[in-house]
């Protein structure tokens, strides 16, 4: 097996698919008092992130869209995450997923524990990918810091 | 023509994959199966030695020097040229534009053509299926005059409504700009008789080629159009040249529409003279390598013969609309009676890059997306396709090697036998 079937094995773990087949709060969110919408226009992904954040903290989150299996799962796993964190502790989650999906692992605190979200650094190996897995994380932050354009990758 | 179950099938009938260096390289350990032409082709040795050899043995600017290398340049370029003209079948030489490819001279129409010539109101008639470069260059020049685009519709196996397009021609079309070949669908549109209507209104026909010349004869003065584009790179050339043909009575009139060298005739800054076309519409240094290569391109398909690269790539199509369709979970779309060999598929509970992505692990490269046509991805209401497109050097074997790719990724994603629905979101 050549090392890039090794690197496909890795980007598309179990995990991927489990998300991808049944996303986690994949749903509006009437409650939400931040919201913004995420488009990849060279893959035609697109998808709205839903929060609800009161006293600092993300209480819910969600989303609705469509996209690849790395962009589903990706925020399914994203919305399951930052729920219950204090919007700071969020916003640097952001920067270092980020940091491991566009740089890698070095990148990132090295005192952050990624959890299930490590299965989505499988995509530096495929850099036609990295939009895909990026892409809800950006909504994400475009949501918290109130910004009403929408969030590109491309 | 490739009606599955059609029991006297052809066979493909080349092999000619020896004659093209890139494809003899492993992708990812596997033999490379390289099903993305309509993107682009790759090229074979002698198209790749022309060049070269015009850079060791040639190399000079064209029209400014005495000196012999200059003159001989020249001859070459010129030369080109006329490969071109015999290629497309046009009356005269001087009716070829060198431009970087099919985008460019459908710019160089829309600005040196359209934009002096229409009006608020003026219609341009174009079809759900173009290609970006066949849409945005005249919401450019609509922007400028006040002209509108009006749209024919596509109907559900990917043709033309042919209904709907007699009934948007009227007095007030101006331009038809249509493609020869759907770059996401395959279907070959009938340009000859839309010409005709076309020209029956006083409209003038632009066929954007781009995905037609390489896999069919192309005779512009039996189409009959005003303007035809098309791209050396999807045709065994280089990158960066194509051409734009155009009748010498359109052509004439036209103003240029980029400025420089080579383009003028007299220089003063109180009066300037344009050289009459090509030469108006070619301004400064040109890609001289690129045509030459280009002109190689042309003589190597000439030399297989068109006819029988049609008759190849139609068996190869037959050979793989059969195979699709028989895999469970695989959707065609695009299934014209007239198809040129660009198979678009869709995997159920696999998105399309996903497939991408998968299929090149197993040497098997297809272009995944849009195809740069947006509006027909919105019309089929599908955020993109799989796109497999076939080139002269393609065989069985390509094909064959595709379906297993499929198999592959349906076994991984669990959808093997098409029973799983992934999450349902795409359609
Ligand atoms: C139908 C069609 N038109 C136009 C183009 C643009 O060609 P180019 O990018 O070479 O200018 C393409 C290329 O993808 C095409 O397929």
Redesign the interface.
């Known amino acids: 097996?050549?090392?890039?079937?090794d690197?496909?094995r890795e980007?598309?773990q179990e995990v991927i698919?489990d998300h991808?087949?049944?996303?986690r709060n994949y749903r509006p969110l009437p409650a939400a008092n931040h919201h913004a919408d995420g488009h990849n226009?060279?893959?035609?992904?697109?998808l709205t992130v839903y929060l609800q954040v009161e006293d600092g903290i993300v209480r819910d989150s969600s989303f609705v869209?469509?996209?690849?299996?790395?962009s589903?799962a990706s925020a399914s796993l994203m919305t399951e995450a930052v729920k219950g964190k204090p919007v700071a502790e969020v916003e640097a989650l952001f920067r270092d997923v980020h940091a491991l999906l566009t740089e890698g692992r070095e990148a990132a605190d090295p005192a952050r524990d990624f959890g299930k979200l490590e299965v989505l650094s499988g995509v530096k190996e495929?850099p036609?990918?990295v939009k895909?897995a990026t892409l809800a994380w950006h909504t994400l932050h475009n949501a918290l810091v109130g910004e009403h354009e929408t969030a590109h990758t491309e | 023509m490739n009606a599955p179950c059609d029991p006297g099938a052809q066979t493909p009938i080349l092999d000619l994959a020896a004659d093209f260096p890139i494809l003899s390289r492993p992708l990812?350990?596997?033999r490379l199966a390289y099903l993305d032409n309509g993107a682009t082709t790759q090229k074979p040795a002698a198209v790749i030695e022309a060049e070269a050899r015009f850079y060791r043995e040639s190399n000079a600017n064209i029209h400014r020097g005495v000196h012999w290398l200059s003159q001989h340049a020249t001859e070459l370029y010129d030369g080109a040229r006329a490969t071109v003209q015999r290629f497309l079948n046009a009356a005269r030489a001087d009716e070829i534009v060198f431009t970087r490819g099919t985008t460019e001279a459908i710019n160089l129409v829309a600005q040196s053509w359209g934009r002096p010539r229409l009006a608020a109101g003026d219609e341009i008639l174009l079809s759900t299926m173009e290609h970006h470069s066949n849409i945005v260059p005249w919401q450019l020049v609509c922007e400028q005059t006040g002209a509108v685009l009006k749209v024919i519709p596509v109907r559900d196996n990917g043709e033309l409504d042919m209904a709907a397009f007699a009934g948007l021609l009227g007095e007030r079309t101006r331009l038809l700009a249509i493609t020869h070949v759907s770059n996401a669908l395959g279907t070959v549109n009938p340009v000859a008789e839309m010409t005709r209507r076309a020209h029956e209104m006083g409209a003038v026909v632009l066929v954007d080629g781009a995905q037609a010349v390489a896999h069919q004869a192309v005779d512009v003065q039996a189409i009959g159009c005003d303007f035809y584009a098309f791209s050396g790179h999807k045709l065994y050339g280089p990158t960066g040249v194509g051409a734009l043909y155009g009748r010498a009575e359109l052509l004439r009139h036209m103003p240029p529409w980029q400025g420089g060298g080579d383009m003028i005739r007299t220089v003063a800054f109180d009066n300037t003279t344009f050289a009459p076309p090509p030469q108006r519409f070619e301004a400064g240094t040109p890609n001289i390598a690129g045509a030459i290569a280009l002109a190689a391109a042309i003589d190597y398909v000439q030399g297989v013969g068109l006819a029988r690269i049609h008759v190849h790539e139609q068996a190869l199509l037959d050979y793989g609309t059969r195979a699709l369709a028989a895999i469970p979970g695989v959707r065609l779309v695009g299934t014209a009676e007239r198809k040129a060999g660009i198979l678009s598929f869709l995997v159920d509970g696999?998105?399309?890059?996903?497939l991408g992505?998968?299929l090149?692990?197993e040497g098997v490269a297809i272009r995944a997306?849009?195809h740069c046509a947006?509006p027909l991805?919105t019309r089929f209401g599908i955020?993109?396709t799989a796109r497999a497109s076939l080139g002269l050097y393609n065989g069985l074997a390509d094909l064959d090697a595709l379906v297993a790719a499929i198999h592959k990724a349906q076994e991984?994603?669990?959808t093997r036998g098409g029973t799983?629905s992934?999450?349902g979101?795409?359609a």
């Open positions: 097996m050549s090392g890039m079937q690197s496909l980007l598309y698919f991808n087949r049944n996303p226009p060279l893959c035609g992904d697109q869209g469509h996209g690849c299996a790395i589903t495929f036609a990918r895909c | 990812h350990g596997r696999i998105h399309p890059h996903d992505t998968i090149d692990a997306g849009h947006m991805m955020p993109g991984l994603f669990g799983a992934g999450n979101r795409v």
